[in-house]
């Protein structure tokens, strides 16, 4: 019995010692995957974070070659220079009255209305360099720009860079289209002209020349801009700053050619207004439409 007995004592204590062997195994692997799993939730957090750094250093740099695109459309940053040694007769003297000439480019928009309405306010009268829309929905833009004295001129017909300079034939096609639509809708034989871009694009692949050229053919004439708002780059000026960034310019010059656009999406330009029109004011500046009397302003020109 004894010896039977201490057999059995001794198989029970195995059976114990291998079941504390098992649940030591099955607690350490326990821990393993758990450690595993924390590491490796960690790793993934670490790489969704650094997946999300340089999304946001990608998009930034995105942002960064638009802002350099869109100043190269509307380069006016060799105007210091270029303007300078072209136009020297035109730098302010003492004594001298600022003539300020307010230019909208890209309308009529959902905007024109609003802009027409300050100008009123300010018995102020300006240009407008304006685009093919629509005539069932804008045709009263169009109309008002005229009826209210302002002046209004060409800036294309489509704004398509590629297509417009493309070659001589499209870039007349272009002009006698926005030419027309002008001609039948306010009844005005506009001549002026306002290059998408300007005369100093860089956008266009053939020779600005060409282009010229068959505007001087036409009797027409080009007018660039002197000062730019910065209303036309992707860097978000508030309506302080358009402001600022014109009256730091007019202050310059005896002639001011004022570079503003009039588009849906540019509602800081709306809001600047009044106050562009007040500080000018204060400054002795006079405000005029373009008339065939105003000091022609441009990029570049062409020697015929
Ligand atoms: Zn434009």
Redesign the pocket.
């Known amino acids: 019995m004894d010896i039977a007995n201490e057999g059995l004592e001794r198989q029970r204590a195995k059976r114990k010692r291998v079941a504390r062997m098992k649940k030591m195994i099955v607690s350490t692997l326990l821990i393993f995957i758990l450690i595993t799993t924390c590491v490796m939730t960690f790793l993934v957090i670490e790489v969704i974070s650094l997946q999300k750094q340089l999304d946001a250093l990608t998009a930034n740099m995105a942002v960064a070659e638009t802002v350099e695109d869109t100043e190269e459309m509307v380069d006016d940053s060799f105007l210091d220079n270029v303007y300078l040694v072209d136009n020297i007769d035109n730098i302010a003297e003492e004594g001298d009255i600022p003539l300020v000439y307010l230019t909208f480019?890209?309308g009529p928009s959902e905007n024109t209305d609003a802009i027409l309405d300050i100008l009123d306010d300010y018995n102020v009268k300006a240009t407008f360099f304006v685009v093919g829309q629509d005539t069932e929905i804008y045709g009263d833009e169009y109309r008002r720009i005229v009826d209210e004295g302002h002046t209004i001129g060409m800036?294309s017909y489509s704004?398509n860079y590629s297509k417009i300079y493309q070659s001589s034939d499209s870039f007349i096609a272009d002009y006698n289209k926005i030419h027309d639509l002008i001609l039948d809708v306010t009844g005005v034989d506009t001549k002026y002209y306002r290059f998408?871009?300007g005369s100093s694009n860089k956008v266009s692949n053939s020779s600005m020349s060409v282009f010229i050229n068959y505007l001087n053919q036409e009797g027409a004439v080009y007018y660039d801009w002197n000062v730019a708002s910065g209303d036309a780059t992707s860097q978000a000026f508030t309506a302080d700053e358009l402001v600022d960034n014109v009256m730091k310019d007019v202050v310059k010059y005896k002639t001011s050619v004022v570079l503003l656009?009039d588009a849906s999406n540019k509602d800081a330009t709306v809001e600047a207004l009044p106050r562009l029109i007040e500080s000018l004011n204060e400054a002795g500046a006079m405000i005029l439409p373009i008339t065939d009397d105003t000091t022609i302003i441009q990029h570049v020109s062409v020697v015929q």
């Open positions: 480019d890209d800036h704004h998408p871009g656009h």
